[in-house]
């Protein structure tokens, strides 16, 4: 039998550089399925928004506060949540997530007032934002080398998904039940991941070999066993105190990490104000220029279309291309298309082609949580991936309220379409640049 250093170096080797099992494509199919649910709980409140309205007699700043309560939670979930991912493990942290936003979505169903609707949003948000960056770090802990990057795209390609399928459940949904349902309907969906997420989603090798919990030895020789290897004696020596950085979020601020880490938080942030400011603002903007309702959510459907593709596309490729050439490439692609759909003479036809291509920020955006994922060891991927996102969600906070100054302010199109879209997405091209990998 293997000593248990060989039999460290087999599972991960076999993970890492073999071909990509049954065992594995469920794992990351669960994370797949997880995130998109997220994009249907995310927008839940924007398929819903007119009925809520109405029923409430909500005013456009109070409906404000409630679309940003979301991404608020969001932002708090991955700084002060997700890092227990690295404490406690990634399938609990991914656990207890899908426990408050299945609380957070039921609950809102049953909220009489903005106040508690707030509030709820919030909770889902905290939940939705706790999970991420382990959805992230497992689909890469459980990825070979060589599909990566393509299993991290895939995986964020969920989110789009979600809202895709979420708009068209929600207009059943609403027309039958009320907008009450789509809540419920979220919520159940995400109680029902969880005996999947407990039964068939593992817990990290990487976070088993080093940080070794209790039942650690058991645990990856059931993985082992599943993966078709030999099992374990015992576990290896951990990696010792000097050598494995402290989790913490200083261990980001290392002189191994200070100059990728600050270069990492910059592109997240602009990229976030572009895609959080083209998502909120884009189907009224198409409305504001003469078309209908309709023409502008199909608009926004187009768009996360359109990323969902770019995201596969760019995952696929970067194996051949390199990841951080090709995001730079995507986020330089997707200004000139922002800036063409803002300024040109376009047809009702060439605006839904440019919709969809501005899609490509997306995937620009999701190459970044690949790169996060790269950056940082086992011992605080979670935190550099959360506190990478956290970061990041200041800006989807950020461009939609700025983007409705400027625009209550009756400045021109093309100016926030350049400064909220364009030029963020031309300056985390940039910053992409400072960013050094250990490995491609």
């Known amino acids: 039998m293997a000593s248990a250093a060989a039999f460290d170096g087999d599972i991960r080797g076999q993970i890492e550089t073999g071909p ?4 594995q494509l469920v794992a990351l199919g669960i994370c797949w399925t997880i995130n998109m649910l ?4 995310v927008l839940a409140i924007a398929f ?3 009925e809520v309205s109405r029923e409430w007699g909500l005013e456009p700043t109070e409906l404000g506060i409630v679309f940003s309560a979301g991404l608020f939670g969001m932002m708090a979930g991955a700084l002060l949540l997700a890092p227990l991912g690295d404490y406690f493990g990634r399938r609990l942290t991914i656990l207890g997530g899908l426990a408050t936003i299945t609380a957070g979505m039921i609950a809102t169903a049953y909220v009489d007032n903005v106040y508690a609707m707030v509030l709820m949003r919030v909770i889902t948000g905290l939940g939705i934002g706790a999970i991420l ?8 802990e459980y990825s070979s080398n060589r599909r990566r990057n393509l299993s991290i795209s895939f ?3 969920g989110y789009p998904v979600g809202a895709i399928i979420g708009g068209l459940i929600s207009v059943y949904l609403i027309h039958a039940f009320g907008w009450r349902s789509v809540f419920i309907f979220g919520g159940a969906a995400s109680a029902i991941m969880m005996p999947l997420v407990y039964f068939l ?11 070794q919990p209790r039942h650690a030895l058991r645990d990856v020789n059931t993985i082992a066993a599943r993966c078709k290897l030999p099992p374990l004696d015992s576990l290896p020596d951990r990696p010792s105190v000097d050598k494995a950085p402290r989790i913490s ?3 980001l601020f290392s002189r191994d990490y200070l100059a990728a880490t600050l270069a990492l938080w910059l592109a997240f942030f602009l990229s976030m104000v572009a895609l959080y400011f083209l998502l909120s603002w884009t189907p009224k903007v198409i409305v504001n220029a003469g078309l209908s ?9 187009l768009m996360n279309a359109g990323g969902a593709i770019a995201m596969t596309l760019l995952g696929w490729l970067s194996a051949k291309f390199g990841l951080q050439r090709l995001i730079q490439i995507y986020f330089l692609t997707s200004a000139v298309m922002i800036m063409i759909f803002a300024t040109a003479p376009l047809s009702t036809g060439l605006l839904m082609v440019f919709a969809f291509l501005m899609g490509s920020v997306m995937a620009g955006l999701v190459g970044l949580y690949s790169v996060a994922a790269r950056l940082y060891p086992t011992q605080i991927r979670n935190t550099g991936v959360g506190w990478a996102i956290g970061i990041g969600r200041w800006g989807a906070v950020f461009g939609p309220f700025a983007a409705g100054w400027m625009i209550a302010a009756e400045l021109e199109r093309w100016t926030y379409f350049l400064a909220l879209a364009a030029a963020p997405a031309v300056l985390a091209a940039m910053a992409v640049g400072f960013i050094k990998l250990r490995t491609e």
């Open 155 to 157: 995986m964020h390609a």
């Open 201 to 211: 989603l593992p817990e990290s090798v990487n976070y088993l070999l080093d940080k």
């Open 133 to 140: 960056a382990s959805l992230t770090t497992m689909t890469a």
């Open 20 to 23: 990509m099992t049954t065992f």
């Open 38 to 41: 997220d994009g249907f709980d």
């Open 293 to 301: 309702a309709d023409q502008g959510r199909f608009a926004g459907v």
């Open 48 to 50: 819903t928004a007119p």
């Open 249 to 251: 979020v200083a261990a």
